[in-house]
């Protein structure tokens, strides 16, 4: 039997140690590593729910990587065709990361009703595009529907144009499209509004209309097989980088391959400050509670100073003295990471199911706290405190080593 455990366990759930001068600050410390705990889970659940969250509706509108002709780097809007009869579409097997690519084309307009005019980019894409990705962002209406024959003049309009232009669902907008040789009158156009959608991004919602990719391939007297470029999407963004470049070293000279996060840099610049926030907000939560329980753990030991010594008489060695009070301080770890674990998942799912917590869209892109809730980070969390607590309190119990038994007995 292992004695520090056991007489450790003894003091633990004893009455009498309930009811001790210790009591009050062993229920502060088990507070304070409580909260320590809630604090800890809510910065990483709700940071990193923040950047998926930006992360997939960027990728949602741009793919994970863009496929495009060096010579419309510079314009939003895509100047020289490229053929689809490309070795990566419309499977991209010599870069197994890769799990689909689209092509993609945006022309510049301007949609015009009877009280006012905005410019747009009109972004068109095919049949086969992912608009599962898109589905979540409807505020109204449905996606187009796309016939096996022909075009459709269905379109997406953000809720921000629909506003300007006093739009709704099912309402015909006129727009305007120059010709590319800049002759005649311009191209018109009458779009039947499908659906509605609020991405939260200034970027997309001023500008995108979304619809069918032969428009602009008729707009352009761009054949069939032309198209703007490619949006490429891979299974993991954590390695976007590498696979862009995978991606890249696979084209032709002709073209070039370019990652969200190159292309959208300052905003994810201002993604990584969370990690940091994260990171300080943990750093500063593991200090409280290990500060608390050195105190506690302080606080035991004088209290036991006279079991100490009667210990020491019965031949007990300084490392099981040690022991027990660090065993002790574990225990009232364990009973703080326990509630902590409780109220901190349970304020996480109730914002998850409910979305208490309201957040500025202008600022933040998204209109509430989004959560991301991971096992693994929760038990990163728990045995990250865990260890460095014990470890910390190996150096408070060395005061037990300098206790004599001849003058701890006499102690009150």
């Known amino acids: 039997m292992n004695l520090s455990y056991f007489i450790a366990k003894r003091l633990a759930t004893s009455k009498k140690y309930k009811n001790s001068v210790s009591a009050p600050i062993i229920k502060i410390a088990v507070a304070a590593v409580a909260i320590s705990v809630v604090m800890m889970l809510v910065s990483v659940a709700t940071g ?23 010579d419309n780097n510079q314009s939003q809007v895509t ?75 269905e379109v997406l309009v953000s809720s921000f144009l629909a506003d300007r232009l006093q739009l709704k669902v099912g309402d015909k907008i006129q727009t305007y499209f120059l010709r590319n040789d800049e002759e005649g009158l ?69 073209l070039n391959s370019e990652p969200i996060t190159a292309k959208y840099i300052n905003i994810f610049d201002w993604l990584k400050l969370f990690d940091f926030n994260i990171y300080i907000i943990v750093g500063l939560m593991i200090l409280v509670a ?13 209290e036991r100073t006279q079991m100490v010594g009667l210990l020491k008489t019965m031949g007990a060695s300084n490392w099981q003295i040690r022991k027990i009070f ?16 409780v109220v901190g998942i349970g304020l996480l ?6 979305g208490i917590i309201k ?13 991301y809730l991971s096992l693994v980070h929760v038990l990163l969390i728990n045995t990250a405190l865990v260890v460095l607590c014990y470890l910390i309190m190996l150096i408070p119990s060395y005061i037990t080593t300098k206790i004599a038994p001849a003058t701890s007995v006499k102690f009150q």
């Open 48 to 70: 990193l729910g923040l950047q998926q969250k930006i992360r997939d509706k960027i990728t949602s509108f741009n793919g994970h990587v863009v496929i495009s002709n060096f």
């Open 79 to 153: 100047l020289e065709p490229i053929s689809t009869q490309q070795q990566f579409y419309p499977k991209f097997t010599a870069v197994p990361q890769v799990t689909a690519v689209h092509p993609f084309a945006t022309k510049a307009g301007v949609v015009r009703t009877d009280k006012a005019f905005e410019g747009i980019v009109f972004k068109g894409v095919d049949a086969n595009y992912q608009w599962n990705y898109l589905q979540e962002y409807l505020v109204e209406g449905k996606l187009p529907a796309y016939p096996k024959n022909g075009m459709t003049n």
């Open 186 to 254: 311009p191209r018109v156009v009458a779009f039947k509004i499908a659906g509605i959608y609020t991405s939260g991004f200034p970027q997309f919602d001023e500008t995108f209309v979304i619809g069918d990719i032969k428009h602009i391939q008729r707009l352009n007297k761009w054949q069939e097989t032309e198209v703007g470029g490619f949006e490429v999407f891979i299974d993991d963004f954590t390695h976007i980088e590498t696979v862009s470049q995978q991606i890249y070293d696979q084209l032709p000279s002709t």
């Open 290 to 302: 290990i500060i608390n329980m050195v105190v506690a753990l302080l606080v035991l030991i004088l």
């Open 326 to 341: 660090v065993y002790n301080a574990t225990y009232i770890v364990f009973i703080g990471l326990l509630i902590g674990n």
């Open 349 to 354: 799912l109730l914002q998850q199911q409910l």
């Open 359 to 371: 957040l500025d869209p202008t600022q933040y892109y998204v209109k509430e706290a989004p959560v």
